[in-house]
Nanobody, 127 residues
C-alpha cells in the first residue's frame, strides 16, 4: 500500500506558474504508474496528465498540452506537475494517483484505473 501527499498548490495570477509535488510513502514507488487529476467546482474529476512506471511515456489532456509537464523522480518517491501559463480555468483541486502495474511503459487515463489517491491540493488562478 502507498500513501500519497500532494503539495505546492496555492493562489497564482493568470500566466503564472506552479509546481505540484506528490510524495509517496513506501519503497516501491517505481512499481506505480502515476497520474494527476483535477476537479473544478461543479465538475467531474478528470485526468490532467499521466506517466508510465518507467520509460517516460506520458499523456496530457488537450487542455493542458504545451503548458503542463508531468515528471517523476523514483529515487525521491515523488511525482511532479509543472504548470506554466496558468489560466483561470485551471482552478481546481488537483489530485495525484498511483496504480500498481507490471507494465513499465503504460500510462492510464481513467480514474477507475488507479488504486491509490492523495487528499488533493487547491490551485486557484486569478484573472
Amino acid at each position: 500500500q502507498v500513501q500519497l501527499v500532494e503539495s505546492g498548490g496555492g493562489l497564482v495570477q493568470a500566466g503564472g506558474s506552479l509546481r505540484l509535488s506528490c510524495a509517496a510513502s513506501g519503497r516501491t514507488f517505481s512499481s506505480y504508474a502515476m497520474g494527476w487529476f483535477r476537479q473544478a467546482p461543479g465538475k467531474e474529476r478528470g485526468v490532467v496528465a499521466a506517466m508510465s512506471r518507467i520509460g517516460g511515456n506520458t499523456y496530457y489532456a488537450d487542455s493542458v498540452k504545451g503548458r503542463f509537464t508531468i515528471s517523476r523522480d523514483n529515487a525521491k518517491n515523488t511525482v511532479y506537475l509543472q504548470m506554466n501559463s496558468l489560466k483561470p480555468e485551471d482552478t481546481a483541486v488537483y489530485y495525484c494517483a498511483a496504480r500498481t502495474t507490471s507494465s513499465g511503459y503504460s500510462y492510464y487515463k481513467e480514474e477507475r484505473a488507479y488504486d491509490y489517491w492523495g487528499q488533493g491540493t487547491q490551485v486557484t488562478v486569478s484573472s
